[in-house]
């Protein structure tokens, strides 16, 4: 199994920034797929940002250019710089991983981190 944990969501006056952190840790495991997705209310789960491979990124087209995923995989740690964030930008914000836990590849998700962007 994989245990995903993420901190920095809080609440952030329009045009500021916020930093969300995603530590995955367990058993022997490796990390595929990584990214952040949104669940704001009312909507659907949306994908913001993901590495599909190691060196090969998505974003939203609603968060590019202000948003940035980055990867320590020393740490098994992904982040997400959020920058000139607006209101629309209010979430849930949620980490997610595809992994090798043995011979299976599995999706894991993090329960999930609050961000409020006020106007």
């Known amino acids: 199994q994989v245990q995903l944990v993420e901190s920095g969501g809080g609440l952030v006056q329009a045009g500021g920034s916020l930093r969300l952190s995603c530590v995955a840790s367990?058993?022997?495991?490796?990390?595929?797929?990584v990214g952040w997705y949104r669940q704001a209310p009312g909507k659907q789960r949306e994908l913001v940002a993901r590495?599909?491979?190691?060196?090969?990124?998505d974003y939203a087209d609603s968060v590019k250019g202000r948003f940035t995923i980055s990867r320590d995989n020393a740490k098994n740690t992904v982040y997400l710089q959020m920058n000139s964030l607006k209101p629309e930008d209010t979430a849930v914000y949620y980490c997610?991983?595809?992994?090798?836990?043995?011979?299976?590849?599995?999706?894991?998700w993090g329960q999930g981190t609050q961000v409020t962007v006020s106007s």
């Open positions: 997610y991983v595809n992994a090798w836990v043995g011979d299976v590849a599995r999706n894991f």
């Open positions: 367990g058993s022997t495991f490796r990390l595929n797929t």
């Open positions: 590495f599909r491979s190691v060196d090969t990124t």
